[in-house]
């Protein structure tokens, strides 16, 4: 790289509209991952920085292979597992899954921005856990219905429920104490689905656009506090949890998803040894395994006609030569937080390592480079 895009600043005019000869070049270095470093230096503000800046790699101090770690992200292989295969340390590994998270949600944004929906919508949870069964969450999708392409995923910290012996409930007791929990999250949570629903309408070529989840009181509540907001916009309908799981059933594009997560995402497996420490790294696995769903994965294993090799991205709308695109540069040229399309709230908590661990007081690590 000669000609740097622009300046890595997030503080510099330079950042979002670099014009003319803004930067200088001050020399080059070597390192172990590479034989030559170009270093620049902003005329505006004054910041050195070099090329790998601007590549995913940047502060480290060894490559290791995104592809690889994508590729036993989604066969449900566990933090550990990757840390023997790759020779690192756990910390290294959970590092570069973060990197991947940041590519996958910024690639996710760019995509999606200005496509055109031309199907119904369907939302519903699905329940986990983060370090221990007292502490259980529910994660809310959203996906389309005939195509099954994944929007968003929203996160809702619950509390233990079901029949417990006199121990469990001393202990579920003594927990909810000193947990913090916001009352109504399942209702808050739903109420941002609705709100991404509501964006997407704008581009929907059906009107009103159709949102099919199941009998939940509190999915009831929130489309009848935003009433004014809906009316005309969205058709709510509901569907009994009840019903047979089967490709006739309107909640099958959700109920497909959870199966898959269950299988593929090892933090989703029950009543195993893997399960998530950490919500946050839990959530950026997450995203990792949405978009491989959604721009790598098949939307037919065996497709035929018109279905053979297209994904769930391509059969929604979205062209695949923009795809092709961002799957060539996601393991490479970094991305940066200022200069993405507009990233749903959930997905700039997310980035920006918000959505705490419960019963950690102490807020995640936030490396400074995440925000630029």
Same mark, same amino acid.
């Given at each position: ?18 014009? $003319? ?13 590479? &034989? ?17 800046? =601007? ?20 066969? @449900? ?11 690192? @340390? ?38 986990? =856990?983060?370090? @221990? ?10 996906? $389309? ?64 656009? @159709? ?35 089967? #490709?006739?059933? &309107? ?5 497909? #998803? ?39 994965? &098949? ?20 062209? $695949? ?20 399309? &507009? ?6 908590? #997310? ?22």
């Amino acid at each position: 790289m000669n000609h740097p895009p622009f300046c890595p600043n997030p503080y510099c005019p330079n950042h979002f509209q670099a014009a $003319g000869p803004w930067f200088i070049k001050t020399g080059s270095y070597h390192s172990k991952t590479a &034989p030559r470093i170009q270093k620049f230096k902003c005329k505006t503000c004054g910041l050195s920085f070099s090329t790998r800046t =601007f590549s995913i790699d940047y502060w480290t101090h060894r490559h290791i292979c995104y592809h690889t770690i994508l590729s036993h992200l989604i066969t @449900s292989s566990g933090i550990r597992d990757l840390s023997r295969i790759l020779h690192a @340390s756990c910390s290294t590994v959970t590092d570069r899954i973060r990197r991947l998270a940041h590519q996958c949600l910024a690639a996710s944004a760019s995509l999606t921005c200005d496509m055109e929906i031309a199907e119904d919508l369907v939302a519903d949870g699905f329940e986990s =856990f983060v370090c @221990s069964q007292y502490l259980p969450n529910n994660i809310h999708i959203l996906a $389309g219905k005939e195509s099954q392409f994944w929007f968003l995923s929203d996160y809702a910290q619950l509390t233990r429920k079901g029949r417990m012996t006199d121990y469990q409930k001393r202990k579920n007791k003594l927990i909810k104490e000193h947990l913090k929990l916001y009352k109504g999250s399942v209702y808050h949570s739903f109420q941002r689905m609705v709100e991404k629903t509501l964006e997407l309408q704008k581009h929907s070529k059906k009107k009103p656009l @159709s949102l099919y989840t199941d009998e939940h009181k509190q999915y009831q509540q929130v489309m009848k506090a935003m009433g004014t907001a809906v009316s005309g916009r969205i058709e709510h309908c509901l569907v009994s949890s009840r019903r047979i799981r089967d #490709l006739r059933n &309107p909640l099958f594009s959700v109920n497909y #998803l959870d199966r898959e997560i269950r299988k593929d995402n090892s933090d989703h497996v029950r009543q195993t040894v893997q399960f998530a420490r950490n919500t946050g790294n839990m959530m950026e696995r997450l995203e990792v395994y949405r978009f491989y769903h959604n721009f790598m994965k &098949p939307y037919r294993i065996r497709g035929k006609g018109d279905e053979r090799g297209l994904t769930h991205g391509q059969v929604a709308g979205i062209d $695949g030569e923009k795809v092709a695109w961002q799957l060539r540069s996601l393991c490479t040229k970094r991305r940066f937080f200022l200069r993405n399309q &507009p990233m749903s709230p959930s997905s700039r908590e #997310l980035w920006l390592k918000g959505v705490q661990t419960a019963l950690r007081w102490k807020a995640d690590y936030l490396p400074s480079y995440a925000w630029a």
